[in-house]
Structure formats: structure tokens, C-alpha cells
């Protein structure tokens, strides 16, 4: 079964610094990837996702994702974070003929400080 | 505006009570999901279906109960044979063709008393 592994279960980051939340999946196959982010409270938005073709990926609010096969990463990146950026994010992965279905991992809560 | 709406936002329960959670979508998305969020755990599939009148358990799916009559339609019934029903549960729905992200509701905030 495929599994989804985010390292960092707290991240603190000053406003304006760069960010880099890390992801790493277990699959034999290529998987197809998001990355989503959540508010206390709320549900979950989609931020960016990778399906095939150029490993780096843009989405919304400034962030970006690049794709390591070699690594099984797909690590997301942000040049400057800003105070409103604060909010768990969660990776997830899914596959060919797994039903729609997606794997998701455990968070990462961001904190800003500013 | 399309979207998914959870109903309602906090419950409350008695041990011992079965609870019915909505999730009602306006998207035209084939498939549905139900996830238990729990702090430090990410989110778990309890149950979900890909078309109108079929659904698979999921990974933690004991004590719960969903059907779905209706495209727009998924509610989740939580039973007094769940052991720990006390979580935050959300609804996503996706169109249900490879690769398609899946939309997420709002949440239900249940709490077991």
C-alpha cells in the first residue's frame, strides 16, 4: 500500500523567509501528488497538484512543488511566507486505478512569526 | 456558487446515540468522500463511492454507516458502535475520472458528551 511521509510535524518560519515543507510517498508506480492547506476549523483547499510533464509545478498563493522521482519528494516551496500562510498543510498522493482514492499525510503545522 | 456544504458545523452526542452527518454537493461529482481528522493523525477514509447507489468501506470504517440515493447526496451515520466517535469530519467529492483532485466541505466538528 502506498504511504505518505511529512517529516515535520511543526514548522516556525519569520515573515519574509523562505519555506520548504517536505513530502516523500512509497509507491512502485508513478503516483499523482497534492499538496493542500487548512485553516483551523475548516476544510481543506487545494494548493497545487502534479499530475505528468514539468516537475515543477506553480500554484495558488506564491507557492510552488517540484517532483524528484529519484527521491519520491514532492516538496513545497514558498520564496517569502507571509502571516496569513499560517495553517497545517497536507501532502497526498494517489495512483492509477486506485479509485479516486488518495493517501494523505500526517500535516504539517506552520507557525509565522512576525 | 458550486460547492460542497456539511451540515451541521458542531454536533453533540450522547454515548450511546446514533448521529447522521449531511454532505450535500452541487459540483455534478460522480465520486464522494468521507474523512475522520483527528490532531497529529492527517485524515482517514472512512467510507466512499464512486456512483449513485455504491460505496467501499474505507480504512477505518467500523461503526459507521452512508449511503448514497442521490448523485448530490452522501450522509454518514455514526453509530454507538463506534468507539471514539468524538473528531472532525469531512466531506470532498471529486468528478471522478483519473488524476481529478478531490473538493473538500467545511467540516463537522463532533463531539461525543
Known amino acids: 500500500a502506498q504511504s505518505v511521509t511529512q517529516p515535520d510535524i511543526h514548522i516556525t518560519v519569520s515573515e519574509g523567509a523562505s519555506l520548504e515543507l517536505r513530502c516523500n510517498y512509497s509507491?512502485?508506480?508513478?503516483?499523482?501528488l497534492f499538496w493542500y492547506v487548512q485553516s483551523p476549523g475548516q476544510g481543506l483547499q487545494l494548493l497545487l497538484k502534479y499530475f505528468s510533464g514539468d516537475t515543477l509545478v506553480q500554484g495558488i498563493k506564491g507557492f510552488e512543488a517540484e517532483f524528484k522521482r529519484s527521491q519520491s519528494s514532492f516538496n513545497l516551496r514558498k520564496p517569502s511566507v507571509h502571516w496569513s500562510d499560517a495553517a497545517e498543510y497536507f501532502c497526498a498522493v494517489g495512483f492509477t486505478g486506485g479509485g479516486n482514492k488518495l493517501t494523505f499525510g500526517t500535516g504539517t503545522q506552520l507557525k509565522v512569526e512576525l | 456558487d458550486g460547492g460542497i456544504t456539511q451540515s451541521p458545523k458542531y454536533l453533540f452526542r450522547k454515548e450511546g446515540q446514533n448521529v447522521t452527518l449531511s454532505c450535500e454537493q452541487n459540483l455534478n461529482h460522480d465520486a464522494m468522500y468521507w474523512y475522520r481528522q483527528d490532531p497529529g493523525q492527517g485524515l482517514r477514509l472512512i467510507y466512499y463511492s464512486q456512483i449513485v447507489n455504491d460505496f467501499q468501506k474505507g480504512d477505518i470504517a467500523e461503526g459507521y454507516s452512508v449511503s448514497r440515493e442521490k448523485k448530490e447526496s452522501f450522509p454518514l451515520t455514526v453509530t454507538s458502535a463506534q468507539k471514539n466517535p468524538t473528531a472532525f469530519y469531512l466531506c470532498a467529492s471529486s468528478a471522478g475520472q483519473p488524476y481529478n483532485e478531490q473538493f473538500f466541505g467545511p467540516g463537522t466538528r463532533l463531539t461525543v458528551l
Open positions: 509507491y512502485g508506480a508513478t503516483p499523482y
